[in-house]
C-alpha cells in the first residue's frame, strides 16, 4: 500500500512541474532565435564588434555629444547572419526585445531601437569621456534567447 501512496505522490508532483516555452506541448509553437553570437554594424555595413561562440573583436568608438548608430545582427551555429523571412509577421506580444545592461550612463547612453521590418539597432551616445561596457541580451518574453558572454567596450573621446 506504501508504494501505491508512493507512485501517486509522485505523479501528483510531476503534474505540478511548469513545463518552460519550448517543452509545452499543449502551447503553440514560438519562435525562439538559436543564436551564438551578434555583429554591431554602423550605417555603412561596416562591422564595428563581433562576439561569436564567446570569442570578441573591436569596440566602439564615439566623441561626446555624438550618437553612433548601429545595427545588431544575430549569428547562427555558421556565424552566418540570422535573417527574418520576407513578411514574416511577429506577435507585439511575443516580440523578441533587445535589452542592454551594465554600462555607465554618466559615460554613454545605449538605446535600443527598433526598425521596419524587425531591424534591430541601437544609439550610443557619448556622454563624457571615458570607458565603460555593457552586455546585450535578447529578451523572449520573460527569459533570454540570447546573453553576450562578454562585454562590449565603448570608448568616448573629447
Known amino acids: 500500500m506504501k508504494i501505491f501512496y508512493k507512485q501517486i505522490f509522485v505523479i501528483l ?4 512541474i511548469p513545463y518552460g516555452c519550448d517543452n509545452d ?3 503553440p509553437q514560438e519562435e525562439h532565435i538559436d543564436a551564438d553570437g551578434f555583429i554591431l554594424e554602423d550605417e555603412n555595413g561596416i562591422e564595428i564588434y563581433r562576439e561569436f561562440e564567446g570569442a570578441s573583436s573591436g569596440s566602439i568608438t564615439v566623441s561626446v555629444g555624438d550618437t553612433l548608430e548601429l545595427s545588431v545582427h544575430f549569428l547562427d551555429h ?8 520576407e513578411g514574416e509577421e511577429v ?3 511575443e516580440e523578441d526585445e533587445l ?4 554600462n555607465d550612463s554618466s559615460i554613454v547612453i ?8 524587425q531591424e534591430i539597432g541601437i544609439h550610443v551616445i557619448g556622454v563624457s569621456s571615458g570607458s565603460t561596457s555593457f552586455k546585450l541580451e535578447l529578451m523572449h518574453g520573460d527569459h533570454a534567447d540570447y546573453t553576450s558572454t562578454n562585454f562590449v567596450p565603448v570608448t568616448v573621446n573629447e
Open 78 to 85: 555558421d556565424g552566418n547572419k540570422i535573417e527574418h523571412e
Open 91 to 93: 506577435d507585439s506580444d
Open 110 to 117: 545605449v538605446e535600443v531601437e527598433v526598425e521596419e521590418h
Open 25 to 27: 506541448p499543449a502551447s
Open 13 to 16: 508532483v510531476l503534474g505540478l
Open 99 to 102: 535589452r542592454i545592461s551594465g
